[in-house]
């Protein structure tokens, strides 16, 4: 039975016998005698497909083991950062204990100094302290309440312009008294503390900060006469500060009777101790 073929290319009619058309010249027929359509190249052969599925695989495997290498990456950098947070917070925590242990022996090295200080004290050697602590006290007061009473006066005749040998050498300059009374007693204040009385002020408070500590753990029959001596001192305290800055004070009314009103009640205070201890 013969058929015929029409030329996928320039559509002339083709012989069963000759699968190649005369026209253009177009093969028609492949070589297993079977018509080729149109949508393929005759000049292709069978093995041409599965050599293009081979490229792609390979193409796709070597995608595959990239995908792969960057997922080895990824975990080994996570990996590796996991390891670096694990030693910081086993350092951290190591150095944490380390410092606790230091910092608990300091405070008990510190507990076990101040357990020394205030030791139990016979009576008669509290008693002997007692009355160093309140003696040097006293004189601490004494020494105050002169230095209050000189700035009083320099304050005021540099206020009321007053002449007066005892202060003129820190209320007046060439001949004439400062326009600011302050200016008078930054004078003073830097002649007091230039003196060799005001480091020995010093040191007498010192010594009587050192009894204190001493003497905090008072037997029962001086407990009273303890507790006294450091409302005393606490007394002092805001005396020696005036004594020391009078320019804390805004005015020279204020500072006299800050001044006076701290010294009258550091007497009675002294006498009241007096009651119990000589000094």
């Keep these: ?5 029409i030329c996928k290319n320039c559509g002339e009619i083709i012989s069963e016998s000759n699968g190649v058309c005369q026209k253009c010249g177009t093969r028609n027929i492949s070589n297993d ?4 359509p149109s949508h393929e190249d005759p000049t292709l052969k069978d093995n041409t497909n599965n050599n293009f599925f081979q490229e792609t695989k390979s193409v796709a495997d070597v995608n595959q083991v990239g995908n792969n290498t960057k997922k ?5 950098f996570f ?3 996991l390891m670096i947070v694990s030693w910081g917070v086993t350092i951290f925590v190591w150095y944490s204990n ?4 230091a910092g608990n022996q300091k405070e008990e090295k510190s507990q076990d100094s101040l357990e020394e200080e205030v030791k139990q004290l016979s009576e008669q050697e509290y008693e002997e302290i007692l009355k160093d602590a309140c003696e040097k006290l006293w004189w601490c007061v004494g020494y105050a309440e002169e230095r209050c009473s000189a700035a009083k006066e320099v304050w005021y005749n540099a206020t009321y312009k007053i002449k007066d040998q005892k202060t ?22 830097g002649f007091v503390f230039t003196k060799s009385s005001t480091i020995i002020l010093d040191n007498a408070k010192d010594s009587v900060v050192v009894m204190l500590k001493e003497l905090s753990n008072p037997p029962p ?6 507790k006294m001596l ?8 805001d005396l020696h500060e005036l004594a020391t800055n009078p320019m804390g004070k805004s005015s020279l009314v204020g500072f006299i009777e800050d001044y006076e009103k701290l010294y009258s009640q550091l007497s009675e205070k002294a006498g009241e101790l007096r009651l119990y201890i000589a000094f």
């Design 98 to 101: 380390k410092s606790g242990k």
């Design 33 to 36: 005698g079977f018509p080729i």
């Design 230 to 237: 450091l409302k005393f001192y606490n007394e002092y305290c």
């Design 72 to 76: 080895w990456k990824v975990a080994f």
């Design 1 to 5: 039975m013969s058929y015929f073929l």
């Design 168 to 189: 003129d050498e820190f209320t007046m300059k060439d001949g004439k008294f400062y326009d600011n009374p302050f200016e008078a007693l930054r004078v003073y204040q």
């Design 221 to 226: 029959k001086w407990e009273a006469v303890y």
């Design 79 to 81: 990996s590796l950062l």
